[in-house]
T-cell receptor, first 113, second 110 residues
């Protein structure tokens, strides 16, 4: 089965703690994205990567970090500098070319303890 | 700048037809997407329009007018399972980033 897998589905963070959200895809897509979704707001882009070993900040990158060491994987770390991390986090991938339909994982819901 | 506007909420009755509108302002244009998102789940791709006109896919159709910066998603023969948020999105000019609207939450009643 081809698709995008995010884990965990639910995650709790303590004050001052860094947490890492996993995103893996087996669609052979070059581009991967991380979005944050808050109630009543659209998806906001955190980071994106168009190719292995390269990534760019999105609109709300502060307090987050990413890596892209493998084509299949694009983990997101929510650092202690992110003061309002409670949200639904969505990972997506796309072929990075014309149309560039983005396909989404099932999401990780992060809450603060 | 780039901006995408769509209504926040809509309601409709099972079996009816509903039209969800989206207006966009983008510097350059490279297509318009519609996604469906059930509560707490991932958005799923519905349609992509790059040329003017109506594209039909079963019960769902999507329309685009580039001159008016306007699109709509038409849902026919509504079913209860169509209750979801519908997201309009457009690529940021000259990049492969997508700009999303806030989504339209559709509730279908029996």
């Amino acid at each position: 089965d081809g698709g995008i897998t995010q884990s965990p589905k639910y995650l709790f963070r303590k004050e001052g703690q860094n947490v890492t959200l996993s995103c893996e895809q087996n669609l052979n897509h070059d581009a991967m994205y991380w979005y944050r979704q808050d109630p009543g707001q659209g998806l906001r882009l955190i980071y994106y990567s168009q190719i292995v070993n390269d990534f760019q900040k999105g609109d709300i990158a502060e307090g987050y970090s990413v890596s892209r060491e493998k084509k299949e994987s694009f983990p997101l770390t929510v650092t202690s500098a992110q003061k309002n991390p409670t949200a639904f986090y969505l990972c997506a991938s796309g072929n990075g070319q014309d149309q560039n339909i983005q396909y989404f994982g099932a999401g990780t819901r992060l809450s603060v303890l | 700048g780039q901006n995408i506007d769509q209504p926040t909420e809509m309601t409709a009755t099972e079996g009816a037809i509903v039209q969800i509108n989206c207006t966009y302002q983008t510097s350059g244009f490279n297509g318009l997407f519609w996604y469906q998102q059930h509560a707490g789940e991932a958005p799923t791709f519905l349609s992509y329009n790059v040329l003017d006109g109506l594209e039909e896919k079963g019960r769902f159709s999507s329309f685009l007018s580039r001159s008016k910066g306007y699109s709509y998603l038409l849902l026919k023969e509504l079913q209860m399972k169509d209750s979801a948020s519908y997201l309009c999105a457009a690529p940021s000019y000259n990049t492969d980033k997508l700009i999303f609207g806030t989504g339209t939450r559709l509730q279908v009643f029996p």
